[in-house]
């Protein structure tokens, strides 16, 4: 699988609305980020340009209007996201970056449980999971 593109976190606020619902059109990603962001349309059309040229999001001429569609899923970012701060924080060492976390987070008896089994199921080579 290809890496999705680097999206920013204000990007992000963009990709988000359209994760939620596709598709969008531009005023209606404009009407939300505007009350949400209090971003300017030109900032909310200079993010659909961005997303647009990094092929992030893909978009329909519909008469006068633009139909936004998203082209990385919200996995896709999440995975790429994940790998990068797992990189840049931990120098890729996935077992540090889980230890520290099980150190300071509190973890109710269900979320012990749940880690507890993708465990189980890493080490029978399940990677479904």
């Not at 593109?5 to 963009?14: K, L, M, N, Q, R």
């Not at 006068?64 to 569609?69: A, K, Q």
Request: charged letters at 30%.
């Amino acid at each position: 699988m290809n890496a999705s593109p680097h999206i920013t976190e204000a990007e992000c606020e963009v990709m988000k609305l359209l994760w939620e619902k596709e598709p969008l059109s531009a005023n209606e990603i404009i009407i939300k980020l505007k009350q949400q962001m209090q971003w300017s349309d030109q900032t909310i059309k200079t993010f659909l340009n961005r997303l647009h040229n990094k092929k992030a999001i893909r978009f329909e001429k519909s008469g006068r209007n633009y139909i936004y569609y998203p082209l990385v899923s919200h996995d896709e970012y999440l995975q790429t996201e994940n790998r990068s701060f797992l990189d840049r924080v931990y120098n890729g060492a996935v077992g540090l970056m889980c230890a520290k976390f099980l150190q300071e987070e509190q973890l109710s008896e269900k979320d012990i449980e749940e880690l507890q089994q993708l465990l189980e199921n890493k080490k029978k080579g399940d990677s479904s999971t």
